[in-house]
């Protein structure tokens, strides 16, 4: 009966494979071979996709940097009014890193803070890696690989000056900018606050957890704000810097700007910027007083940022 | 007479904390002998700052080592000022690295006296325990480790305490709630021998990119700025490296570190610490008790040396002192009232007149008598709504995972108030039984069914 | 029963012996009276009725007992249009006792009593002088619930487990009004918690307010982040004489969308952050199908508007969006089967637009947001796609669309050896849906039409199959086994077997 032998052949290759599964566990729960072949069928027509919403970002070809800053600010390429995303915008333009800026919070990045780096989607292949986010501490080594040029000084006195910066001053400018109750309301709130979102009790809800953040890092150093303690030691810090400087037109004596400028630049634009309507200016003042740092800064403006003026 | 007041000796040095060490240091070297007193003391809150080392003169207390030179320079009209005449570049690297220091200093100390498990348990806690008298060291150090906690969460190194198994919180500081962030895994880390072990690495990357910028710095100079001077940053330095150096540690990662790849530094802090702080000070010497010696032979003991600490028997204000330090611990546990005081804090800027201090004192006394009275109310609260109401415990760790800080130091304060709870009379405890009975029989109003059942979305 | 003296004490052991065999049998004598009774009673009730069903009553009292928290005020509004002083004319013996009735119905759905309200009937003493011979009083007996009651457990939902707290507080201030207060904690909505105040209006249980507050946090793994929810609403329901039902509702809601994966798309990233959503709903619903899970014969229409952000409702995000919902279901006869064979066929089709609009007075009208759009796909909608498998796609997220056409025709057999009255069914469905985004075209309305015409661009997303129906009396749960025939590029298909649990399915 010849119309019996196909079956049994298939019945013996049915054996085989299910005692080739009994090996291995995964196999188990495979799928049958005409079941396979049915989905192997489907689906029977696929159409090109579909186009994404119209908020959705436009693809670039340059890499995204997403920083707090107003939408026409982004556009713009002007300065960002976060000190650390600030550091970075510099940082990217000195390395010569072209970039795009996209106004953003926290509640995007994947470390909690901004700013991060998003690369450059060529063509269609939106590969996982191309969606993966650069925090910013990977910012150097991405900026060498994208052809940047960093010279990164190496003298000693790096890391302790650095060490102002991300403490004594950047202590000074937590109280000054949240908990100065003056300049919070006259620059953080507008910043910060306001762009959030327009409910006034969601606005208090954020204004209450930035002070109190802003408290509770202070209050991991000490027991106590001392205010009279924070500026002082900013004051001297600025000082420092400035006797770091000298007469040099960047830091560590270097020719061109460096991560440290940009790091420097970032608390001294904030600070000399008019337009950002600073109420209680203690800390500016500290800072015009030192005649070198305030020309370090209009360098960097006009170097980096001039052409936005 | 200068008094400066300081956390106890241990370790053999003078004091167990950093910032300590510097300011006796600092006072060794700038203040003539006989000029000042050294008190070992247990309550920060005398200070204006909230902080250990304080400075009295007369009514005067100034709270932190910076705002100590500062005053030693102000009142002795310059005369008691170890960085005068430094040049400009000298004195601005003097400015940096004191904050490079105890920017980068503190987390280590941090990690190897207090957030490694094996460390704390069997050092530093017990240490603190012969300092404090009771109840102190149920509170005080639990709470000086939770600070320790905090300032090093952002170097995702709490693996080192094994007593947490929340896992490490995320590298930065925002506005995003912890409770919103994903959990991540730690288990390898915990399943390994040690955890210093499996750490290794990353501790001992911090500790050279601490000491390296520092042993650079030297050079082949005696000191860390200048050839010749003893400034506030070598007392700052001092005090660090030599609580780094000294302590002997079940995990003695720091030292070890410190020993292998910069014995310069070793050796600087070993002769500078003989010559500063004298040879090993104990803590008889401290409280100057006795040990068999007469008068006589103390007073000798006292003048031998020039290295020698001028010590005085601390006064601790009797039992209203520990007291009040306890209680205003206690408070700070309890989370919405411990964030209210901290949040009168502010206010209190360091003040330099007596006025100052003695208002925020006095100030912060009625802070401390309402905040216990409204933390016994929520502690009781608590415990009533544990009782009666079955989900609240799950509700209650929900919140302790949102709120790591808050609520970790509800269980500081929980231990504490049931260490006074077991001193209570015998009859009140009845009555509260009672209590509870009276409680049960009113249950039959509330009618709990239990069920499980499926549903749709 | 080792009794040590047997001599004195026979008889009573004897008695003993006999005891319960006789109680027994005296409490089935005494169950057979009473049963033997009550017939009587009833037959003569019935009789009774019977004859006098057209017989003129009037109603002097209505008394109910065993209601001590229940507020005078609250029952006068039910009882008073029965008393005869405020009728025009008597009733017959009938009609009062179907007005009683569906009075004692009315009691029962305010969830205040137990179960199982008992109405008795009386004539009053006719030596009260102001009785009137036609005049009857009624008693309702009624037990009043726990006014507070405490529920946990655990929820299994689609891809989702839960554990749940729950404390009612009912009758507040003894007129039905209930304080709700829920909590739970799961895989999928990470935590929970709502409060809600719910009474009824002028004593009827089909007119309602309601206010709520809420706080929750929910995973969307489909679009790789986490939503946070903070807000309060208010809402007003009521039914009409057809037996529609009506709701209108205020909502406020502070959005938080947060926690995103690390290989979140960029669409997500742009949505990232706070916004408020203050909107008005108002929702029509008709439902006349004879079973919610496997009707066989009904229809059921649902409509829902919205409308956030315009004009004086501000908040961060403006737009009108309407939904429309339909289902229909019709038995099929099958040759050879008397009556009702069990098989039926219904279809359904739902459709939604989202139309952007200007916050508050503006003119600038804002784009769609991830937590605004829609999403389509997954077992309870469009089987055959997994959870919002349909529409636009980037990287690994599906980021929701404006416009939306779904539609899906099922066949349900009852089980051959099992019967129909089992909850039990076989299935085969086929379903489509179109899941867009607007368009980017110069006015609003130009992209709105022009995407709304772009649905009957080529084939649908469909996919076909056939599986089995269990309709348990909470939810109806599907296994299907289903193949996706056409699709857009991303769109996510589900080859093979598939499992829904859920109430509302296409």
Redesign the interface.
């Known amino acids: 009966m010849p119309p019996k032998q196909p079956v049994e052949k298939k019945a013996a290759d049915e054996q085989s494979s299910f005692s080739r599964s009994t090996r291995n566990v995964r196999d188990f729960f495979s799928i049958p071979t005409p079941v396979k072949h049915l989905f192997g069928l489907v689906p029977v027509v696929t159409y090109p996709p579909n186009q994404l919403p119209l908020r959705a970002p436009k693809p670039a070809r340059i890499p995204s940097l997403y920083v707090f800053t107003k939408d026409q600010d982004a556009m713009a390429g002007r300065p960002s009014f976060n000190p650390s995303c600030l550091k970075w915008q510099t940082f990217l333009n000195i390395a010569g890193v072209d970039h795009r800026l996209i106004s953003s919070n926290n509640h995007s990045s994947p470390t909690g803070s901004l700013p991060f780096l998003l690369p450059a989607v060529y063509g269609s292949n939106t590969s996982q890696d191309s969606l993966t986010p650069i925090a910013s501490n990977k910012f150097i080594k991405y900026a060498t690989e994208h052809g940047g040029k960093v010279e990164e000084s190496s003298s000693m006195r790096y890391e302790a000056y650095q060490s102002l910066l991300d403490h004594r001053i950047r202590n000074a400018w937590l109280y000054t900018l949240y908990l100065e109750p003056l300049n919070f309301s006259a620059v953080a709130y507008p910043l910060y606050v306001s762009l959030t979102s327009s409910n006034p009790l969601v606005r208090a809800s954020i204004s209450h957890q930035l002070r109190a953040a802003a408290e509770a890092e202070l209050l991991k150093h000490t027991s106590i704000i001392d205010t009279d303690d924070l500026y002082s030691e900013a004051d001297k810090a600025f000082e420092a810097l400035s006797i770091l400087l000298g007469e040099d037109s960047w830091f560590f004596g270097n020719d061109k700007p460096a991560l440290f400028d940009a790091s420097v630049f970032a608390y001294t634009q904030l600070l000399l910027d008019d337009e950002l309507g600073w109420k209680e200016k203690k800390l500016c003042r500290a800072l015009r007083s030192r005649a070198n740092l305030v020309q370090h800064r209009e360098r960097l403006l006009v170097r980096y940022f001039g052409d936005h003026e | 007479m200068l008094e400066l007041h300081v956390w106890g000796p241990a370790f053999g040095l003078p004091s167990l904390d950093a910032h300590c060490l510097a300011a006796i240091a600092y006072l060794q070297q700038a203040v003539p002998r006989g000029k000042w007193q050294l008190i070992a003391s247990c309550n920060?809150a005398l200070s204006?700052?909230?902080?250990l080392p304080a400075l009295k003169n007369g009514d005067i207390w100034i709270?932190?080592f910076?705002?100590i030179f500062?005053y030693l320079a102000q009142c002795s009209a310059g005369e008691w000022v170890l960085d005068a005449g430094l040049p400009?570049?000298e004195?601005?690297?003097c400015?940096?690295?004191s904050?490079?220091v105890?920017?980068?200093g503190?987390p280590l100390i941090d990690l190897s006296l207090y957030v490694s498990t094996q460390n704390y348990t069997t050092t530093t806690r017990p240490l603190y325990s012969a300092l404090l008298p009771l109840p102190l060291p149920y509170l005080t150090p639990p709470s000086i480790r939770a600070?320790a906690k905090?300032?090093t969460a952002h170097l995702g190194l709490s693996a080192l305490d094994i007593d947490s198994d929340d896992s490490s919180p995320?590298?930065?500081?925002?506005?995003?709630p912890e409770?919103?962030?994903?959990p991540r895994n730690t288990v390898s880390s915990l399943l390994s021998a040690s955890p210093e072990a499996s750490a290794q690495i990353r501790l001992d990357a911090l500790g050279t990119?601490f000491f390296?910028?520092l042993e650079?710095?030297r050079g082949r100079k005696q000191f860390f700025v200048s050839e010749s001077q003893f400034s506030s940053l070598d007392c700052l330095v001092l005090g660090y490296l030599s609580l780094m150096l000294v302590p002997e540690l079940p995990q003695p990662w720091l030292a070890q570190c410190m020993k292998k790849k910069f014995p310069s530094l070793c050796k600087w802090t070993e002769e500078l610490r003989k010559t500063v702080y004298g040879p090993e000070v104990t803590i008889h010497d401290a409280f100057l008790t006795k040990l068999g010696d007469s008068e006589l032979d103390l007073r000798l003991k006292r003048l031998r040396g020039r290295g020698h600490l001028p010590w005085k028997a601390p006064d601790n204000g009797g039992a209203i002192g520990v007291g009040s330090v306890f209680l205003s611990g206690v408070a700070d546990g309890i989370p919405v009232v411990g964030q209210l005081r901290?949040?009168t804090?502010?206010r209190?800027?360091?003040g330099l007149t007596t006025e100052d201090g003695v208002e925020s004192s006095s100030f912060q006394y009625l802070a401390v008598i309402a905040s216990v009275v409204a933390g016994l109310g929520a502690v009781a609260g608590y415990m009533f709504h544990q009782g009666l109401?079955?989900?609240g415990e799950?509700?209650e760790s929900?919140e302790s995972v949102s709120d790591n800080?808050g609520l970790g130091a509800f269980g500081e304060a929980g231990a504490a108030l049931g260490f006074y709870a077991s001193q209570m009379d015998e009859q009140v405890r009845r009555q509260r039984v009672m209590e509870e009975m009276n409680e049960t029989t009113h249950v039959p109003?509330?009618?709990?069914?239990?069920?499980?059942?499926?549903?749709?979305? | 029963m080792a009794d040590p003296v047997d001599s004195g004490d026979e008889l009573l052991e004897s008695l003993r012996k006999v005891d319960p065999k006789k109680v027994e049998e005296k409490a089935k004598e005494l169950a057979e009276r009473e049963a033997v009774h009550s017939a009587k009673a009833q037959q003569r009730l019935a009789e009774l009725i019977g004859t006098n069903s057209t017989l003129p009553v009037t109603i002097s009292s209505i008394r109910l007992i065993g209601a001590s928290h229940t507020r005078r005020s609250f029952l006068d509004r039910l009882f008073n249009p029965l008393l005869s002083a405020n009728q025009d004319r008597p009733f017959t013996l009938q009609e009062a006792l179907n007005e009683v009735g569906s009075v004692a119905t009315k009691l029962q759905r305010f969830d205040i009593y137990h179960p199982g309200i008992h109405t008795f009937i009386d004539r009053p003493s006719p030596t009260d002088p102001n009785s009137t011979v036609t005049d009857i009083d009624i008693f309702l007996q009624a037990r009043e619930r726990g006014r507070i009651s405490l529920k946990t457990g655990t929820d299994l939902g689609n891809v989702e487990g839960s554990a749940y707290g729950n404390l009612t507080w009912r009758n507040i201030f003894g007129g039905a009004e209930s304080l709700t207060l829920n909590a739970s904690a799961g895989t999928r909505t990470r935590s929970a918690y709502q409060a809600t105040f719910d009474a009824p209006i002028l004593s009827d249980p089909d007119t309602r307010a309601t206010i709520d507050v809420l706080a929750s946090s929910t995973l969307k793994p489909w679009a790789s982040h986490e939503e946070v929810l903070k807000g309060a609403g208010a809402k007003f329901s009521w039914a009409t004489k057809s037996g529609t039902r009506h709701q209108v509702g205020y909502s406020g809601i502070w959005r938080q969308i947060t926690g995103l994966d690390k290989n979140a798309s960029p669409t997500i990233r742009h949505d990232a952050g706070d916004t408020v959503k203050s909107s008005i709903t108002h929702t029509w619903l008709a439902d006349r199908r004879d079973h919610p899970f496997i009707p066989s014969r009904g229809y059921l229409i649902k409509t829902i508007s919205e409308i956030a952000g315009w004009g004086p409702l501000q908040g961060d995000v403006a737009f009108w969006k309407s939904e429309v919902e339909t289902s229909g279901a019709v038995p099929i006869p099958i040759p050879g089967i008397e009556g009702d064979s069990g098989v039926s066929f219904s279809a359904g089709l739902r459709a939604g637009m989202l139309y952007p609009l200007a916050v508050g007075f503006g003119s600038e009208t804002k784009h769609s947001r991830i937590n605004d759009r829609f999403q389509l796909g997954g077992p309870t909608d469009v089987r055959g796609f997994k959870i919002s498998g349909l529409g636009p796609r980037d990287g690994p997220d599906a980021v929701g669309g404006d416009v939306y056409a779904a539609g899906s025709a099922n066949l349900l057999i009852p089980f051959p050896r099992v019967g129909k009255d089992t909850p039990l069914r076989l299935q085969l469905f086929a379903n489509a849906g179109r899941l867009l985004a607007l368009k980017d075209k110069k006015t609003t309305s130009e992209s709105v039409y022009s995407t709304i015409a772009q649905l009957g661009d080529g084939i649908p997303s469909m996919a076909a199959g056939m599986g089995v129906v269990y309709a348990h009396p909470v939810a109806r749960f599907e296994l299907n086994f289903s193949l996706p025939l056409v699709l857009r590029r991303g769109e996510e298909g589900r080859k093979g077997l598939q499992f829904g649990v859920g109430i509302n399915f296409l």
């Open positions: 920060p204006p700052t909230n902080e709270g932190g910076r705002n500062h400009e570049q004195g601005a690297d400015i940096a690295f904050s490079f105890e920017a980068n503190q600070t905090s300032r995320p590298p930065s500081q925002s506005i995003i409770s919103l962030r994903r990119n390296e910028p650079k710095l901290r949040n804090r502010m209190q800027h360091g109401i079955s989900f799950r509700e929900k800080g109003v509330v009618e709990v069914d239990v069920e499980l059942e499926k549903q749709g979305p």
